[in-house]
């Protein structure tokens, strides 16, 4: 399968379209941004990691039942995916407290959550994609409320699953996005799920090795996002969470 036309251009991602009018060819840049773009730079060979990261994902929630837009990796920087109606929402799950969270409780970063939180936000660069809840996205007809409850369900699967993969890995996950659409009537799981969108500390050492290297000026930003790609497949068998 390959590119045909350019349809959309994204802050890390380039959408394409295929001879197939159902898929969609995902292709992964190495350019990033923080701060509601504010903050620009490149992460070298960022496309080719997150890729590989990402489809290694998603095939492993296809494998545990989770619906996604994941067909194949077809290049270092290229996922074919399925066309999405893209519902406007991000998706937020949280396992330890961190970034706007601690901000806004007004707690250290690292304290552990009693429970998993869900947040929406509304995808929304010009409003910076502000927070919202189940009453702004049912009056402001974003999703249904079975599109919701969807949603949900399959996040707090999503988390339970890459809680655990992550785990066996030497790796916690702390926080992550999440990003839903539709396709013939199905809710799948878009996007991608890279460090870009996660947050993930060594266990032992609770170094970040995620975009907050990027956004704090930390350092070593590639070679964190290759130490995430090489624990992940270096899991050993017969640990397979
Ligand atoms: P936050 O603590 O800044 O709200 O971020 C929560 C999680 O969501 C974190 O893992 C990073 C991810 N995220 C994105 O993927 N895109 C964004 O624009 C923001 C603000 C956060
Ligand atoms: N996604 C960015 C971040 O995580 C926000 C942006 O793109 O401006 O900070």
């Known amino acids: 399968m390959k590119k045909i036309e350019k349809l959309y251009e994204g802050k890390a991602k380039v959408l394409y379209t295929t001879e197939d009018e159902n898929l969609l060819i995902q292709y992964f840049k190495d350019e990033a941004t923080a701060f509601d773009g504010k903050k620009?730079?490149?992460?070298?060979?960022?496309?080719?990691l997150n890729n590989s990261i990402s489809s290694h994902l998603f095939r492993r929630l296809e494998a545990q039942g989770i619906k996604t837009h994941f067909v194949d990796m077809p290049g270092e920087r290229e996922m074919l995916v399925k066309k999405l109606r893209i519902i406007p929402i991000e998706?937020?799950?949280?396992?330890?407290?961190?970034?706007?969270?601690?901000?806004?409780?007004?707690?250290?970063?690292g304290t552990p959550l009693k429970e998993t939180i869900i947040e929406f936000y509304y995808k929304s660069d010009p409003l910076g994609d502000p927070m919202i809840n189940a009453y702004h996205i049912k009056a402001f007809g974003l999703a249904t409320l079975d599109e919701l409850k969807e949603m949900e369900t399959s996040a707090l699967k999503v988390n339970r699953f890459l809680t655990?993969?992550?785990?066996?890995?030497?790796?916690?996950?702390?926080?992550?996005?999440?990003?839903?659409?539709?396709?013939?009537?199905?809710?799948?799981?878009?996007?991608?799920?890279?460090?870009d969108g996660c947050r993930l500390w060594d266990k032992q050492t609770k170094e970040k090795l995620d975009k907050d290297r990027f956004r704090r000026d930390l350092g070593q930003v590639s070679e964190a996002y290759e130490l995430v790609l090489k624990k992940i497949m270096d899991q050993p068998k017969g640990k397979r969470a």
């Open 40 to 48: 620009k730079g490149i992460i070298e060979n960022k496309g080719i």
């Open 91 to 109: 998706v937020v799950v949280r396992n330890v407290v961190a970034g706007s969270l601690a901000k806004r409780m007004g707690l250290e970063e």
């Open 164 to 195: 655990e993969f992550f785990d066996s890995v030497g790796i916690t996950l702390v926080d992550f996005k999440l990003e839903y659409g539709v396709h013939k009537g199905e809710i799948l799981l878009g996007d991608e799920i890279t460090p």
